[in-house]
């Protein structure tokens, strides 16, 4: 069955410092997701993208974030310059169709758990 | 108040007993829902949706929904102590975006 994947599966990384985090949504999908959980708290979206643009993000997602899809496969998320309250869980996610298909569901990577020291 | 809200919780059970989790929200246009469980520091795994009124069922889950109540809950009927787990209700607006609001969760222990 497809999935979606994400590296790494923990990043530590030292205040101030720029992260990557990777995933490779499933195949035929056409939406993509970035979602936070701190932990002990809930499951935050921070933004949406279709065809190559941001298609919607929330108020987390500041100057400091930014999002690409620099070939085929992958979906990146960059924070520039970490802060000690980015450290968190990371989920990707994606969907075959727009969120107007209410019966289509969006599909979630395992995670990548992002330690900023 | 909040976007969506779930019963604090922890809600605990014992083994074969049935658990109610619910959850209601705040915006009308909200047009799909869904439960997921997540155990802790995975990811949140889908259990069922529902989008229209009325119950779904699914196994040993039942989903229930109330529009007009705004409210929509999850029965799990003879729990298992591997139901063990934070259970999500997410809601989702009918927009080209598609994102996910999510609850806090409510954790769930079944007992032997």
């Known amino acids: 069955e497809p999935e979606v994947t994400q590296t790494p599966s923990h990043q530590v990384t030292q205040m101030g410092q720029e992260v990557i985090l990777r995933c490779v949504p499933i195949?035929?999908?056409?939406?993509f997701y970035w979602y936070r959980q701190i932990l002990g708290q809930k499951v935050e979206f921070l933004v949406s993208?279709?065809?190559?643009?941001?298609?919607?993000k929330s108020e987390i997602f500041d100057d400091q974030f930014s999002v690409e899809r620099p070939d085929g496969s992958n979906f990146t998320l960059k924070i520039r310059s970490t802060k000690l309250e980015d450290s968190a869980m990371y989920f990707c996610?994606?969907?075959?169709?727009?969120?107007?298909?209410?019966?289509?569901?969006?599909?979630f990577g395992p995670g990548t758990r992002l330690t900023v020291l | 108040q909040k976007e969506v809200e779930q019963n604090s919780g922890p809600l605990s059970v014992p083994e074969g007993a049935i658990a109610s989790l619910n959850c209601t929200y705040s915006?009308?246009?909200?047009?799909?829902f869904f439960w997921y469980r997540q155990y802790s520091g995975k990811s949140p795994e889908l259990i069922m949706f529902?989008?229209?009124?009325g119950d779904k069922e699914d196994g040993r889950f039942t989903a229930q929904l109330n529009k007009a109540s705004q409210y929509v809950s999850l029965l799990i009927r003879d729990s298992q102590p591997s139901d063990s787990a934070t259970y999500l209700c997410?809601?989702?607006?009918?927009?080209?975006?598609?994102?996910?609001?999510f609850g806090d969760g409510t954790t769930l222990t079944v007992k032997p």
């Open positions: 996610a994606s969907r075959r169709s727009s969120g107007r298909a209410i019966t289509d569901t969006q599909y």
């Open positions: 195949s035929n999908h056409l939406y």
């Open positions: 993208f279709y065809n190559n643009e941001i298609s919607e």
């Open positions: 915006d009308r246009g909200s047009q799909s």
């Open positions: 529902i989008y229209s009124n």
């Open positions: 997410a809601v989702n607006t009918n927009t080209n975006a598609g994102k996910s609001t």
